[in-house]
């Protein structure tokens, strides 16, 4: 079972949307009640408990306000609706549990999905990958989806979430249509990537950028990041053609030493930095991709930075994040023009490379033996 969090609601005014108009939805609470209510239902919390109002203007019972949580699930095998923070309503299979989080200062409430995995995985695959990309690509991504969630379960077994619905975990669309996505969850159903008697974490990017990254250079320290199959992929990769395997733009110099000297510790080299007019790469991995950077301001201060960092610190810039890390730049006519290479950290499965692989006939499997070297597939359930 994966718990997915899907919104985190911070104050008691606006309510969020479940259920279609006649829909069936079953509430569930922490102490064990449970009423049955029509949608479309209204759901907020306030400094009195929950409030949910259905479409006949019932509300819930006093005995349920104060649980910690209320979780709701629609009747029979049908998919619930929610509306997510842009306003979009999307369809959930699994319960959504509508959490308390009793640390904040503010009435603050998440709404997390408590889904089987199988049926998680189909939602990734469209979240990750174009729908028009093969079998034998989205089979691989699945495995990879599969691997880094079991991880995170596992990971945070204490927490109350084990992913969000976004690429900060990975993206998840909720129930989806893809028969595509559906075919390739089920050919893979249960296998997991393993090296010896270790999980493996299927890290995945958009693009490499015909170089791997290392996990331990992309993700951290952790000591399952330094094991062999995440050491990356060796040659040229297959993602040449994909739109961002190299890119160009242009970008301020004085808004990125800005967001370098804010996230820097106050004893670093990068706290005092102004406006940076140049970066150079000064250190490559095995595979040759940059992964360490000089960056020069206009007052002639240095400083070094790793790639990985550098794309996290510039996540807010005018006109965008970086794409990648792997980058480097010049000022010219009072800009700083840079060129990078790839979408994503790096490491891992690279998803336009595997969409390559599956346009030139190569399996799944073959796919697992490229981007995770060593790795072995196992069929955990």
Known sequence: MVRVRLRRIVGDLEPVEFAHSGQSVTIRDANGNQIDRTGPLTVRRDGDGWLIRASDGSTMPRSMQNAPWVSLEAS????????????????????????????????????????PIEDYLPGVLAGELYGHWGRQCQAAQAIAARSFVSMECHMRASRRW???????????????????????????????????????????????????????????????????????????????????????????????????????????????????????????????RGVTLQLTDA??????????????????????????????????????????????????????GAAAMDKAGKSFWQMIEYFYPGAEVKKAW
């Open 162 to 288: 084990d992913v969000i619905d976004t690429a900060g975990s990975q993206a998840y669309l909720g129930a989806v249509d893809d028969p595509v996505g559906h075919a390739a969850t089920e050919m893979t159903r249960g296998m997991v990537l393993t090296w010896g008697a270790e999980l493996v974490p299927g890290y995945f990017s958009s693009c490499c950028g015909g170089r791997a990254s290392t996990a331990t250079e992309a993700i951290g320290p952790n000591p399952i990041n330094a094991i062999k199959p995440l050491d990356g992929h060796t040659g040229d990769g297959y993602c040449q053609s994909a739109p961002l395997y190299q890119w160009t733009r242009k970008c301020d110099g004085r808004a990125l030493g800005s967001a370098i000297r804010a996230a820097a510790p106050r004893d670093s080299d990068l706290s005092s930095l102004g406006t940076i007019t140049r970066i150079d790469i000064t250190g490559r991995n095995q595979h040759g």
């Open 76 to 115: 029979g095998d049908a998919a619930l609706e929610m509306k997510d923070d842009s306003d979009e309503t999307r369809r959930y299979v699994g319960a959504i549990r509508c959490v308390h989080v009793p640390e904040t200062r503010e009435v603050t409430w998440e709404a997390i999905e408590h889904v």
């Open 299 to 352: 007052s002639g201060r240095k400083a070094t930075i790793g790639a990985e960092r550098l794309l996290q610190q510039a996540r807010d810039l005018p006109g965008g994040p970086l794409y990648s890390g792997w980058v480097e730049g010049r000022t010219r006519n009072g800009q700083l023009e840079l060129t990078g290479h790839g979408y994503g950290h790096g490491a891992g499965l690279c998803q336009y």
